[in-house]
């Protein structure tokens, strides 16, 4: 695997990796069990999630049309949305129950 395309499975699964993320952030938001503080927490991840979801698809769009990239500014993105996805997952885990 060459370093471009690397850089675009790093920003795709990067992408959905702060998707998800975003996804679960506003599912608590909308819990109603919550507390008003909680929730407000909640939303403030779910809007952190989507603007770095959408930095990710701007420099995936980036090097797409230009070929302009980052190999390792992109995998490091990839691997830090797919951790904190993680994180946000267990801790929405942890919500539910």
């Not at 506003?26 to 959408?54: C, F, M, P, Q, V």
């Not at 993105?77 to 997952?89: D, R, S, T, Y």
Request: aromatic share 10%.
């Amino acid at each position: 695997m060459n370093p471009y395309d690397l850089t675009l499975c790093s920003l795709i699964v990067g992408l959905i990796a702060q998707s998800l993320a975003t996804g679960l952030g506003i599912e608590l938001y909308l819990r109603k069990d919550l507390n008003s503080g909680l929730r407000r927490s909640w939303l403030a991840i779910a809007i952190g999630s989507l603007l770095l979801a959408l930095h990710h698809g701007y420099t995936l769009e980036l090097a797409l049309r230009t070929g302009l990239y980052d190999m390792r500014q992109a995998v490091l993105a990839g691997l830090i949305a797919i951790f904190f996805a993680l994180g946000i997952f267990g801790l929405w885990r942890n919500a539910r129950i």
